[in-house]
């Protein structure tokens, strides 16, 4: 991407590195990425969203590529991964934003929402469930026990990070291509994941997400309805996620709408962006 500027935003104790773009003038659009990308993961949409004119910044959060890696599992609990963006958002002289995101950068959004609303305009979530609708579909649809499985192998110490640096991150890199489509990322953004991968105490950190479940960290989110408008975009191929999640997502939102995508997966930002990007601006407008 040109005209990206890239800073270290201080916010809730910690630094991260954020990508920043657009006119200083527009309206903020805060970005969050997901497992195991970083904040390049978002670049199609964040070159679309500066080139309506949104002054748009998308940080690696806590723990990811350049960001600050707090070294306990308790500094990567859902309260302060939001906190994290409520300060970012500070940070650049607002008091909100429109926030997009994906995977567990969505679960963020959705805390971020229900909790402290102030900060947020419109919520857009990508291919991730409300928290809270994970035990509900998972007691109705077993299948969920099984997608979800590699949530109890990242918990485990060690042995992740291990297995995962095998060869120069090939299994990460395999994990992502062969759940995505075909050709949905390109060769130079999976060698930006590994150098991203690379960096001093990154997988610890990315993993410690994972681990801070087990310290009650989706206990934090309420079930409560949320009141700002939501749209919720889900590739329809997820092989993660049911699409039962996202429905049962609707029914924690007062003003939300769903909106399926086909030929895509969880990855679905990376390959339809075109649809991607006009139904997240034609939301925000």
Known sequence: MQDVDFCFIETNDIRLHTAVAGPEDGDLVVLLHGFPEFSYGVHHQMEALAARGYRVVAPDQRGYNLSDKPGKI??????????????????????????????????????????????????VVINMPHPAAMPRVMMKNPLQWVKSSYMAFFQLA???????????????????????????????????????????GALTGMLNWYRAIRKGSFQQIPDKEIEIPVRILWGMGDQFLSPMLAKESLKFCAQGELVWIGEATHWVHHEQPTIVNHLIEEFLA
């Open 74 to 123: 308790e500094d990567y609990t859902i309260d302060k991964l939001r906190d994290d963006i409520g300060g970012l958002i500070g940070a650049f002289g607002e008091t909100s934003a429109y926030v997009i995101g994906h995977d567990w950068g969505g679960a963020v959004a959705w805390h971020l929402a229900a909790t402290k609303p102030q900060y947020v305009k419109k919520l």
């Open 158 to 200: 060690e042995v992740p990070e291990k297995l995962m640096a095998t060869s120069d991150y090939r299994m990460m890199q395999q994990a992502m291509e062969t759940t995505a489509e075909p050709d949905a990322f390109s060769r130079e953004e999976l060698e930006a994941y590994r150098e991203a991968w690379r960096q001093p």
